[in-house]
């Protein structure tokens, strides 16, 4: 596998830096919005792993 050039890691690390910028950025709806698109997309996952807890279901509220 090919290494990667110290240029390619410095423009990953800088879109990287950029991209949690934006996200700082986002209105705290539209980062409740995603928390929760988030948690339904990861419970099948965890579902299919065993029997959940309470605490472990997608939370039932819309932003």
Known sequence: MP???AT???RAFA???RWHQEQARLP???KFRILLELQ???HPIL???GALEPWQQPW???P
Do not use: F, N, T
């Open 8 to 10: 390619d890691r410095e």
């Open 47 to 49: 579902a299919a792993r």
């Open 60 to 62: 039932a509220v819309e």
């Open 40 to 42: 339904r997309q990861d």
């Open 28 to 30: 705290l709806r539209e």
């Open 3 to 5: 290494e990667h050039s």
């Open 15 to 17: 879109a990287k830096c």
